[in-house]
């Protein structure tokens, strides 16, 4: 089994910036896949970012540049740098992981833009 703890989450006005972090609690040296999810309220869960094996990152069409993901593998951690956000950026983010035993997901973080 592997957890997945997410941090960084909060409240910002529109325009600004936050860092999620996620920290797993094992090696993701050789993970598959690892990134982040958000799901809005009434809404299905959509794809923000991922990073694979070989540093190759795919975004939503919604982040048009705003967003940086990247990993540390020393620390076991994948970041999500978001700025410029926007209300409708409002959601609960949830990181990621696929590792050859299985798919992990965290709890869910909260991020609120405010206008």
């Known amino acids: 089994q592997v957890q997945l703890v997410e941090s960084g989450g909060g409240m910002v006005q529109s325009g600004g910036s936050l860092r999620l972090s996620c920290q797993a609690s094992?090696?993701?040296?050789?993970?598959?896949?690892m990134g982040w999810y958000r799901q809005a309220t009434g809404k299905e869960r959509e794809l923000v970012a991922t990073?694979?094996?070989?540093?190759?990152?795919v975004y939503g069409d919604f982040v048009k540049g705003r967003f940086t993901i990247a990993r540390d593998d020393a620390k076991n951690t994948v970041y999500l740098q978001m700025n410029s956000l926007e209300p409708v950026d409002t959601a609960v983010y949830f990181c990621?992981?696929?590792?050859?035993?299985?798919?992990?997901w965290g709890q869910g973080i909260q991020v609120t833009v405010s206008p």
């Open positions: 990621y992981a696929r590792f050859r035993t299985g798919d992990y």
């Open positions: 990073i694979n094996s070989g540093l190759n990152t």
């Open positions: 094992r090696s993701i040296f050789s993970i598959w896949n």
